[in-house]
Every structure is written in C-alpha cells, then in structure tokens.
C-alpha cells in the first residue's frame, strides 16, 4: 500500500520516504510498472467477455497509482479506491471513500476489486472474511499477495515490509501465506480460483534479487454459487 502525503506526517518521516523512494528508483524498486501490466491484463480478460464498460473497487488503494494506469483504458468506467487515511482524492474517473463504514454505507456493485499488497496487512488468519464481504459486491477479485517459504523467507517479507511501510504506519504482519494456507483461505471465503501466477516478478534489479519472483503471486478469484 502506498499512501498519500500527509501534512501532519513528521519531517523525519516525509525524509524516510524520500530517502526510501530514491532507493528504489535507483536499484529497481518500483512495483508500479509490472503490477499495472498485469492488472491491466487480467481487467481486459474480464471486460472481453461483457463487452461493457466496467467499474472496479480498488481495496486498500494507497495513492491509487495502479488505478490511475488502469483509469486511462478506454473500458473502464470508474474505479473507486478505499483505504483508512482521510482524502478528498477525486477525478472523472477515479474517486476516494475512506474505508471506516465502507461495508456497510455501501450499495454499489463493482465489476472487479483489485486488492494489491493489502491481505497479509489485515492478517492472514482474518483475511477470508474481508474476501467474503468482498465477493458480495463484486463477482471477479484479482489478488496480489505474498508467498511465504519457511522462516528466512518469512523473516525477509516482514524485513522487506517494515521497510516499505514503516514510514506509512502500515501494520507489519507476523506470517505470510503459503500455498496451503492459501488454498484454506480460499474454501472458507467460497471463492474459486480461476488463475493463480505463483511466481509473479515484481521488482527488477537489486530488489529482485533481494526479494525473488516466488515471493509474489496474483490470483483472481471469482465468487460461487452454493
């Protein structure tokens, strides 16, 4: 999640996310191109199959940057984007609700939710009912998680992620999922996994090789019928 800036954020902060920032730009750290190609595949994929403009829920969208790539296809109608912090964020497009009373003020069906580095911040053992709320408004979700493979793994996300996110006050989680948890998450969401990339390359360059391609996977999900 990437957020916003924020005026009461603290100089020694705002000076962490510069410094972080100039980090991955230099040593391959920006996720924004490869996550924006892939979602913008897996939205088109769904759009073919309606032929009709769609809208999408972006869940935990920080600064919306993948939604403002996906804001410019010419099928996409608008995109909604959620998160806690307070904004007033909004274009033709693209909108901002903070998420406090989403589930319940809202009334809207989505065609698509993205949720991009969100799941493993709400935690993993509760994610399943956040998917489940989630899949009364929407009929496709497309994910995009980690991958934990024992504990130096585990301890190299959540170093990773303390890294990316301390300056933003965003949660670092204890446990990552596996493949099997995966799998348990999803029967207990009633949702069914249409197309999983288990090993999805994120970064390039120096943060690729820190944290590898088996780290990352992207999953989209769609909602069934009992």
Known sequence: MIRFNNSKRSKNKKLLIFISDFIREIFGGDR????SKIMITLCESIYLKSKKKITILDFGCGSMEISKKLGKL??????TGVDTFVSKFKTKKLKYIQYNDFFK?????YDIVIIVDVLHHIGIDDSY???KKLSKISKNIIIKDHFEHGFFSRQLLRFVDFYANYAYDVNIPNKYYDYS??????????????????????????????????HHFVSHLKHVKK
């Open 32 to 35: 924004i191109k490869r996550l």
């Open 74 to 79: 010419s099928y996409v109608k608008q995109i």
């Open 105 to 109: 003020s809202n009334k809207k069906k």
């Open 129 to 131: 009912k956040v998917l």
């Open 181 to 214: 948890l995966w799998k348990k998450t999803l029967k207990k969401s009633s949702l069914k996994e249409i197309k999983i990339i288990k090993s999805f390359q994120q970064h390039d360059g120096l943060f690729n090789l820190i944290l590898n391609k088996r």
